[in-house]
């Protein structure tokens, strides 16, 4: 498939998408965007242990859309389990496909190990649901990692940000700290209040 009939394809589809998401953590919204500034200061995300098998570090980024993500994240709102913060960024599949980063294999981590080379367990998540009183399920994020840290350029980003609120902090930090260039090169803003009212 030629690339522009493929990002077409990706335009078309509500269920799909061109771009990988990646959301900070913090145990405030001051804290993950402060975290999310931090990446954006030194242009890069860094590979980190987490849940990660193996023994290398990875980033980590979701392949749903965009519109998917809000939803969750105000699902893990309600139940009060948030996993993530509405702060990130996002970057088209393809750079991340460029530099190594790769879906995730879902499913019993024994048995993959068993399967894979170790150097691939990095790529495992844990997929759980003969148990009928717990369920281990993180397939909804369709999540993809890169086992290095990611240094990008500002042109190569989308920023995703909760709303208004912190659309003006993030502009006002970008003033204040002498980031103007980040305005003027990121591919966009996403405010997620914006999809899901």
Not at 38 to 50: S, T
Not at 136 to 154: A, C, G
């Amino acid at each position: 498939m030629k690339h522009n009939e493929w990002l077409e394809k990706y335009k078309s589809r509500a269920d799909i998408t061109s771009r990988l998401t990646h959301l900070t953590r913090g145990g405030t919204d001051k804290e993950a965007f402060d975290i999310l500034c931090k990446i954006l200061d030194e242009q890069c995300l860094k590979a980190g242990k987490g849940y990660i098998c193996g023994e290398r570090n990875a980033c980590c980024f979701q392949e749903a859309p965009v519109f998917s993500i809000a939803e969750n994240l105000k699902y893990q709102e309600e139940l009060g389990k948030n996993r993530y913060s509405p702060f990130g960024i996002r970057v088209l599949k393809e750079d991340i496909y460029k530099k190594g980063g790769r879906p995730v294999f879902y499913g019993k981590t024994e048995e993959y190990k068993e399967i894979l080379d170790k150097t691939e367990h990095w790529r495992i998540v844990d997929l759980e649901l003969d148990k009928p009183e717990y369920k281990v399920d993180w397939t909804h994020e369709r999540e993809w990692r890169l086992p290095s840290d990611f240094k990008f350029k500002y042109d190569q980003i989308e920023i995703i940000l909760p709303d208004s609120v912190y659309y003006k902090e993030f502009v006002t930090w970008c003033v204040d700290k002498k980031h103007i260039n980040v305005l003027k090169e990121i591919r966009g803003i996403v405010t997620l209040d914006s999809l899901i009212a």
